[in-house]
């Protein structure tokens, strides 16, 4: 399962970076094409994670997808993207930090009020379970772009992946064998 995952987001970074029309904008945002693909790959990989039946994904997938995209939402409102906090003062960093934290409160309580749906379609376990691998998926995903990042900065071939990583990818890949 694991070279599974692994090939996806390998081939993934191989179509970022040899296809120009899916390339990334001089923003560093993603083409609807990229953003498909990565939802592709996330419904997959929750999907096998979680254990979904497919009645049961029938009902999981659009009650997640709304959740997702309210959480979404209470990111997109923060002020402090491209904000350097070094160079903020006091008051300002002060102002921004209670933001910050009113903003996770209120992603909790979302969470909170969307498991009340969730445990009418899965179990505690697998809710449980899809919090996990939301955050496996993101933790992929950041290791991919990051091993992309060092290619294009030509610093070898991707193949060669830190001391740091491989460690990381070790304790992980144990823990995920730990839980089941």
Known sequence: MKTTVIFA?????VLLTSNPATA?????????????????????????EIQL???????????????KAELDELREDSDLIGKNPMEMDDAEAGKHLDQWFERRQRE?????????R???VISPKQILALYQAENQFRRQ?????????RMQRGRGDGSEINR???????RDEGDYRRRN
Not at 27 to 40: T, Y
Not at 108 to 116: A, G, M, P, Q
Not at 164 to 170: F, K, S
């Open 108 to 116: 909790l309580h979302l969470r909170e009020s969307y498991r009340e």
């Open 164 to 170: 740091r990583e491989r460690i990381r990818e070790h």
């Open 24 to 48: 990334q904008t001089e923003r560093g945002e993603l083409s609807p094409e990229q953003r498909e693909r990565i939802e592709a790959m996330r419904v997959a990989f929750i999907t096998r």
């Open 9 to 13: 987001f390998l081939s993934f970074v």
């Open 141 to 149: 995903m950041l290791r991919q772009v990051r091993q992309g990042e």
């Open 118 to 120: 969730l445990q009418n």
């Open 53 to 67: 039946t497919s009645k049961q994904a029938e009902v999981f997938w659009p009650v997640y997808r709304e959740m």
